[in-house]
């Protein structure tokens, strides 16, 4: 064809072209800083040449597509590692949380609690009638349950957040899979029209990103450019339109759809069946019975289990030697702190209810002492014979006719009463009763959930026996030739002193002091922090890389940019300049007289 008509086309074509290429620059330089933006262009194409005399004559220009510069399989990567980060983040910001809580490196740690618990029994064993070192230990003594108390309740707050998090964190993953699903339509519609939903595949991509980074994710692209998408189990959160939740109900997280009230562990999802992302950093953290595939608990579990195992050996080691002494009087009556849930089994049985029952002796004998209201011992021995009950314990001391009368009170607990004007002592206890049944002890507990993780540290009080009254401090003994006991006599507090020196946890056989146990709790933790930080810092690292990778394909440069809007404005400018050119060859042809 050619002539000035084709040299307008031509010149139309042109502007339409590097117009559409300004529009696509532009919105690339507009986007500069949009999260998950992905640099675009304009593919431009050339007319197809028409045959002319003189051969095949071009006819210029046209745009083709506006390309989306993305690499999906970097993208897939990048998604992985986030949601490890993610995972390693979360660890470790909560670890060093629990860190901050169980601080021993400055002046007021437990370490330095459980010093001047000890340091006290020393003072009392240098005075063992004075009045103000008894009331100083059972300061210290009050100070240092406290502590334990406050360690426990620090961990479940950790617990307690954590389970907020998760939630939170949940409804954030339905929102996004129900956005993600909406696309997936949108994406659909957009490319079936024969265009390119360039956009919206990005706002999918970013979205793909923060679901990994809320919960380990896996998915595909369809042949029809929708992704369905799975958690780390295989529970498919979106398939086409569609999208599926999850949910917490208490502090576990199922997955909705196999949720049944009938079967309450179906579609249970617990940090075992996730590989990544802030819900399986967080179930890392809070407190679970359950273990993972090595055997391996939880953060909180482990250290409220320290806590709990040195707050055991404590009370027990504590109360298992004052019982073996005196204070400064006698009793008149007596109620055991621990509870005997069923006296008609073995006390030295786990049925029985009995905190203690393994530190119980069978065969062995409890010395008891009564005086009279002149002060006159008379001693009374107990054997405590192999499968004997809570009941036959009671008959056992009440036959001894010595003027004390057995019972259990509504709650379970051992109770003993001297007659109208005696008053009793104990002494050279190898049965272990009185230590495990509370009776003439320092330290209480919780008797109502034995052995509970957390427990003994959570309920660890100073009797209200020795707290109400100093005097049944049990400095001292009783001296089992004559049955009396010395107000100046020291040897218990020298013997409770001595404990901290005492090898009580570890092995079998135990091989390690409180302190030493301490210390292990506190190495551990340190060794968790700096291995969560390590382990952070390499994916934080890896997660630079691929960002740094993906942003020399998808990111903008607007340097880049500004060249393509000089030189689209310059071409669009000389397409302007055939549009004078053809017009004013028009002009002349027009011009031309007959």
Same mark, same amino acid.
């Given at each position: 064809?050619?002539?000035?008509?084709?040299?307008?086309?031509?010149?139309?074509?042109?502007? @339409?072209?590097?117009?559409?290429?300004?529009?696509?620059?532009?919105?690339?330089?507009?986007?500069?800083?949009?999260?998950?933006?992905?640099?675009?262009?304009?593919?431009?194409?050339?007319?197809?040449?028409?045959?002319? $005399? #003189?051969?095949?004559?071009?006819?210029?220009?046209?745009?083709?597509? *506006?390309?989306?510069?993305?690499?999906?399989?970097?993208?897939?990567?990048?998604?992985?590692?986030?949601?490890?980060?993610?995972?390693? #983040?979360?660890?470790?910001?909560?670890?060093?949380?629990?860190?901050?809580?169980?601080?021993?490196?400055?002046?007021?740690?437990?370490?330095?609690?459980?010093?001047?618990?000890?340091?006290?029994?020393?003072?009392?064993?240098?005075?063992?009638?004075?009045?103000?070192?008894?009331?100083?230990?059972?300061?210290?003594?009050?100070?240092?349950?406290?502590?334990?108390?406050?360690?426990?309740?620090?961990?479940?707050?950790?617990?307690?957040?954590?389970?907020?998090?998760?939630?939170?964190?949940?409804?954030?993953?339905?929102?996004?899979?129900?956005?993600?699903?909406?696309?997936?339509?949108?994406?659909?519609?957009?490319?079936?029209?024969?265009?390119?939903?360039?956009?919206?595949?990005?706002?999918?991509?970013?979205?793909?990103?923060?679901?990994?980074?809320? *919960?380990?994710?896996?998915? @595909?692209?369809?042949?029809?450019?929708?992704?369905?998408?799975?958690?780390?189990?295989?529970?498919?959160?979106?398939?086409?339109?569609?999208?599926?939740?999850?949910?917490?109900?208490?502090?576990?997280?199922?997955?909705?759809?196999?949720?049944?009230?009938?079967?309450?562990?179906?579609?249970?999802?617990?940090?075992?069946?996730?590989?990544?992302? $802030?819900?399986?950093?967080?179930?890392?953290?809070?407190?679970?019975?359950?273990?993972?595939? /090595?055997?391996?608990?939880? /953060?909180?579990?482990?250290?409220?289990?320290?806590?709990?195992?040195?707050?055991?050996?404590?009370?027990?080691?504590?109360?298992?030697?004052?019982?073996?002494?005196?204070?400064?009087?006698?009793?008149?009556?007596?109620?055991?702190?621990?509870?005997?849930?069923?006296?008609?089994?073995?006390?030295?049985?786990?049925?029985?209810?009995?905190?203690?029952?393994?530190?119980?002796?069978?065969?062995?004998?409890?010395?008891?002492?009564?005086?009279?209201?002149?002060?006159?011992?008379?001693?009374?021995?107990?054997?405590?014979?192999?499968?004997?009950?809570?009941?036959?314990?009671?008959?056992? *001391?009440?036959?001894?006719?010595?003027?004390?009368?057995?019972?259990?009170?509504?709650?379970?607990?051992?109770?003993?009463?001297?007659?109208?004007?005696?008053?009793? /002592?104990?002494?050279?206890?190898?049965?272990?009763?009185?230590?495990?049944?509370?009776?003439?002890?320092?330290?209480?507990?919780?008797?109502?959930?034995?052995?509970?993780?957390?427990?003994?540290?959570?309920?660890?009080?100073?009797?209200?026996?020795?707290?109400?009254?100093?005097?049944?401090?049990?400095?001292?003994?009783?001296?089992?030739?004559?049955?009396?006991?010395?107000?100046?006599?020291? $040897?218990?507090?020298?013997?409770?002193?001595?404990?901290?020196?005492?090898?009580?946890?570890?092995?079998?056989?135990?091989?390690?002091?409180?302190?030493?146990?301490?210390?292990?709790?506190?190495?551990?933790?340190?060794?968790?922090?700096? $291995?969560?930080?390590?382990?952070?810092?390499?994916?934080?690292?890896?997660?630079?890389?691929?960002?740094?990778?993906?942003?020399?394909?998808? /990111?903008?440069?607007?340097?880049?940019?500004?060249?393509?809007?000089?030189?689209?404005?310059?071409?669009?400018?000389?397409?302007?300049?055939?549009?004078?050119?053809?017009?004013?060859?028009?002009?002349?042809?027009?011009?031309?007289?007959?």
């Amino acid at each position: 064809m050619g002539g000035v008509g084709a040299l307008l086309d031509t010149a139309k074509l042109a502007l @339409f072209t590097f117009q559409r290429a300004i529009d696509v620059t532009s919105h690339n330089v507009a986007n500069v800083s949009t999260p998950g933006f992905s640099r675009q262009s304009l593919v431009i194409g050339t007319q197809n040449p028409e045959p002319v $005399r #003189e051969g095949m004559l071009g006819r210029g220009v046209m745009p083709e597509a *506006i390309l989306r510069h993305a690499d999906k399989f970097l993208n897939e990567r990048l998604n992985q590692k986030h949601s490890d980060l993610s995972n390693l #983040e979360t660890q470790r910001a909560n670890l060093e949380r629990i860190e901050t809580m169980l601080n021993e490196t400055g002046e007021y740690g437990l370490a330095q609690d459980l010093t001047e618990f000890f340091n006290s029994w020393q003072d009392v064993a240098n005075y063992p009638d004075g009045s103000p070192e008894r009331r100083a230990l059972l300061a210290r003594a009050q100070q240092l349950a406290n502590r334990f108390n406050t360690l426990i309740d620090d961990l479940d707050l950790v617990t307690k957040d954590v389970n907020q998090y998760i939630g939170a964190a949940l409804t954030k993953v339905n929102e996004l899979t129900a956005e993600i699903a909406e696309l997936n339509q949108l994406i659909l519609e957009t490319e079936n029209g024969g265009r390119p939903a360039n956009d919206f595949r990005d706002r999918r991509t970013l979205l793909l990103q923060q679901l990994s980074d809320e *919960i380990s994710i896996t998915y @595909f692209e369809t042949a029809s450019s929708q992704v369905t998408v799975f958690t780390g189990v295989g529970k498919l959160l979106v398939e086409s339109n569609r999208n599926w939740t999850l949910s917490m109900d208490g502090d576990r997280v199922y997955y909705d759809p196999e949720k049944d009230i009938a079967f309450p562990n179906q579609g249970l999802i617990d940090r075992n069946d996730l590989t990544g992302g $802030r819900v399986k950093g967080w179930m890392e953290i809070r407190f679970d019975t359950l273990v993972d595939a /090595a055997g391996q608990h939880t /953060a909180v579990y482990d250290f409220k289990n320290y806590i709990n195992q040195l707050a055991r050996a404590l009370i027990w080691e504590v109360n298992d030697q004052h019982s073996q002494g005196a204070g400064l009087a006698a009793f008149s009556t007596l109620t055991g702190t621990a509870i005997v849930s069923d006296p008609t089994v073995a006390l030295k049985g786990a049925t029985s209810g009995v905190d203690f029952f393994d530190k119980l002796v069978e065969g062995q004998t409890l010395t008891l002492y009564v005086y009279d209201a002149g002060g006159t011992p008379t001693e009374h021995t107990l054997t405590f014979t192999a499968g004997m009950t809570g009941n036959q314990l009671v008959s056992a *001391i009440n036959d001894l006719g010595a003027g004390v009368t057995a019972s259990f009170t509504a709650t379970g607990r051992l109770s003993l009463t001297a007659n109208t004007g005696s008053t009793f /002592a104990f002494a050279e206890d190898n049965t272990k009763l009185l230590a495990a049944l509370g009776l003439n002890t320092f330290f209480t507990w919780d008797t109502t959930q034995p052995n509970q993780v957390g427990v003994y540290g959570s309920s660890m009080a100073v009797n209200n026996t020795v707290l109400n009254d100093s005097r049944y401090v049990a400095a001292g003994r009783v001296n089992t030739d004559d049955g009396t006991f010395d107000p100046g006599d020291n $040897r218990n507090a020298l013997d409770l002193a001595d404990i901290k020196d005492k090898n009580v946890l570890g092995g079998p056989p135990a091989n390690m002091t409180l302190a030493a146990y301490l210390n292990t709790m506190v190495s551990d933790l340190g060794v968790r922090v700096d $291995r969560a930080q390590t382990a952070e810092g390499f994916v934080d690292q890896m997660v630079k890389e691929l960002e740094d990778l993906r942003d020399t394909t998808s /990111a903008v440069s607007l340097d880049e940019e500004m060249v393509n809007i000089i030189k689209y404005q310059k071409a669009y400018q000389m397409s302007a300049v055939l549009v004078t050119t053809a017009d004013e060859m028009l002009q002349t042809v027009l011009n031309i007289k007959p």
